[in-house]
């Protein structure tokens, strides 16, 4: 009895060493296969989230080249003026001026043209190019447009209007006045020379009989003021 007791206990065990050894070749097994297959899960992923990170920069740090604006005049007397210029065909050009700003769109052939209004003084604009993703180009070159309606001051001390001069001692006149400091005064369309601080003489030969004498002061922006004066001459 003793002996069948142990025969029945060997095979037992060796039935249990089998099915431990089966099951540890399994789990062996599963382990190895989990490991693989999530090694290469996990490089996907990997890979993946990197081609989107990079697809995500690219798009973020796309080159955009700046606008070309054509020459801005430094000084106008008009309230607005037409900004031109050239860029990329079909884009969004965002044009800055003082403390605003405005968009156009260039046309297929690049071209674009805003009207943009202007404020006393100094006016600095410049533009950049603009993408669907609100990238934004460097600065193109920037002009500073100075604007003035104001008439220039212009005074004349000689002579005056409807004087008389009488003989060939007055014969030789010298127009005398002033005007702001960089402006151009012209006499019966001659320029005259003003001195640093706006003043000017003008010699001007009278002609017997009516005279008639046109000053203009003209400043940089084309405001101008006009005094015209008659004086006669009488040998």
């Not at 297929?108 to 180009?137: C, M, Q, R």
């Amino acid at each position: 009895m003793a002996q069948n007791y142990s025969r029945l206990a060997k095979v037992e065990e060796n039935k249990s060493i089998k099915s431990a050894v089966i099951f540890g070749g399994l789990t062996i097994i599963i382990i190895i296969v989990a490991v693989i297959f999530g090694i290469t899960l996990f490089s996907k992923f990997v890979n993946l989230f990197s081609q989107k990170s990079l697809s995500s920069t690219s798009q973020n740090s796309v080159t955009l080249l700046p606008p070309n604006l054509d020459v801005l005049p430094q000084n106008t007397n008009q309230k607005s003026i037409i900004v031109k210029g050239t860029g990329t065909p079909n884009t969004r050009v965002r044009i800055f001026f003082k403390d605003a700003n405005d968009e156009t769109t260039t046309d297929g052939s690049g071209t674009f043209a805003l009207n943009v209004g202007l404020v006393s003084g100094a006016n600095i604009i410049y533009a950049k190019t603009i993408d669907d993703n609100s990238n934004e180009s460097a600065s193109s070159t920037s002009y500073t447009v100075n604007y003035s309606d104001k008439v220039p001051n212009l005074t004349v001390s000689v002579p005056q209007n409807n004087q008389n001069f009488y003989g060939s001692t007055e014969q030789n006149l010298t127009i005398q006045g002033s005007t702001d400091q960089g402006n151009t005064v012209t006499i019966n369309e001659h320029i005259a020379i003003l001195d640093n601080s706006g003043k000017f003489s003008f010699p001007f030969n009278l002609q017997n009989g009516d005279n008639q004498i046109k000053i203009i002061s003209s400043d940089q922006a084309g405001n101008k003021k006009e005094i015209d004066l008659k004086v006669t001459f009488n040998h």
